[in-house]
């Protein structure tokens, strides 16, 4: 079955600074890429996601590029803000399996 | 309205009950998902329902289950609770779509303590 592995575990950068966060997958069937992030307390939710046949996406201050061939995708975070504080998740799954595996997740902490 | 809802947010339970959780979606999805959040906080999925028809079932004691009476709802039975069963469930649905797999959206959590 897929396996993604995620790396930073844990990331804190200044007020302003960007943060990057990587994952790789092991199944190349895979085929949709997303990316949650989840407060403290609350449920995961979508932040950005980006399928097999684009290598980047952006919407304002957050980008994700995925790169098929090394089997990488990376959340890329610009002029990150005090409420960007959260444990990022990255998932993969294929046309045919019906779930979504995550990342182990990444805890970024930005400090103001 | 709530998209994806589930019932209790919050259980406490001793060892060796049985407890339910239920879960609802008005989001018109077609598969719902049960995810086991452990307290490092790794998702992982537990069942995945189509249509009513269970998909994955992965490698879940059989004291899990789960029933799907219609395709809006997805309800998870835990019986004979164990302190290793805390953690927090969250339920998902989505749309199936022909290029495979779309966004997720997961309920609140119910956070369960065995006792």
């Known amino acids: 079955g897929e396996n993604v592995e995620q790396h930073p575990s844990t990331l804190s950068v200044q007020e302003g600074d960007s943060a990057v966060i990587k994952c790789t997958y092991s199944?190349?069937?895979?085929?949709?890429f997303p990316w949650y992030k989840q407060e403290l307390g609350k449920r995961p939710q979508l932040i950005i996601d980006?399928?097999?046949?684009?290598g980047e996406k952006k919407d304002q201050r957050i980008a994700v590029t995925l790169n098929k061939t090394a089997k990488h995708f990376s959340l890329h975070i610009t002029e990150t803000q005090p409420e960007d504080s959260a444990v990022y998740f990255c998932a993969a799954s294929d046309r045919g399996r019906r779930a979504l595996t995550f990342g182990s997740g990444t805890r970024l902490q930005v400090q103001p | 309205d709530t998209a994806v809802s589930q019932t209790p947010k919050y259980l406490v339970t001793q060892m060796g009950n049985d407890k339910s959780i239920k879960c609802e979606q008005n989001l018109g999805h077609d598969t719902m998902y049960w995810y086991k959040q452990d307290s490092k906080k790794f998702l992982k999925i537990m069942f995945s329902y189509n249509n009513k028809e269970l998909i994955i079932n992965e490698t879940v004691p059989n004291r899990f289950s789960p029933k799907s009476p219609d395709k809006a709802h997805l309800n998870l039975h835990i019986n004979s609770l164990e302190l290793g069963d805390s953690a927090v469930y969250f339920c998902a649905s989505s749309r199936r779509r022909v290029q495979g797999n779309t966004e997720a959206f997961f309920g609140q959590g119910t956070r369960l303590t065995v006792v």
């Open positions: 199944d190349s069937a895979s085929n949709y």
């Open positions: 980006i399928r097999s046949n684009v």
